[in-house]
């Protein structure tokens, strides 16, 4: 078990070398608003499964360095606080909606839909929500994208008001895409459904060789995907949190092997 990395202290380090190496920071909306592409962008990404408290604690951390990120919060008790993303959006954070009707309602793609409105209405009545990501519940046959890859629903996008979908309306080709799924950093590795179509390869051995890559920013574009609750603030959360992420991991290991 690596000691250093899935830290704050870890994290801080990563942010440092990204607020250096990209002048342009943005939201996950702001990057969607745009007629096109940047030539030179960082997009900080966090999926809130559970745990929202991490969520506060890292959101913090990047508004003490100037930095705002995009938050996606599922509609279950274990993500959605609305005191804590109320506190996360004073910050300047982006608050996104990390759906996953499709798993809920297995399968059934009008029960899917209805679900998606009543928890998107839900959630503006909080905060505004302008972007979505799915969540990916690898333990679960279904891609909850397949509610949009259709034109109707593209169109059913646009009518509820949503920028787009991070998967699905983000052209990735020359976009490197760093993920700590499977609280590893490489693309293949304990990773079902998280993965985009690029052309940069941003796979890693190990937090410090993804630290070189952010220092040097070799690539002009970067998003870079955090789950908060995998990082920890002390030693006793880092052991139990690599405990439940590899119990995770072999569930993973398992459901891939059967499906």
Partial sequence: MNQTDFTLEAYKDYLQAIKKGYSQILTFAELMAMPEQPAQFCCIRHDVDRRPQCALRMASL???LGIRATYYFRA????WDEVLVQEIALMGHEIGYHYENLSDTNGDFSLAYGDFVKNLENFRKVVPI???SMHGRPLKPYDNRDLWRTDEGQSRLKELSIL?????????????YVTDTGRNWSQSKSNRRDTVMSAVSASFTSGEELLRYLTDRPSDKLVFQIHPERWSADYLEHVAQFGRDS?????KLIASRVA
């Avoid at 279950?76 to 993500?79: A, G, H, L, N, V």
């Fill in 62 to 64: 990047e508004a003490e």
């Fill in 76 to 79: 279950k008790s274990c993500s």
């Fill in 130 to 132: 302008e972007t979505i």
């Fill in 164 to 176: 787009g979908e991070v998967y699905l309306n983000i052209d990735y080709s020359s976009v490197a």
């Fill in 247 to 251: 119990f995770i991991n072999f569930a």
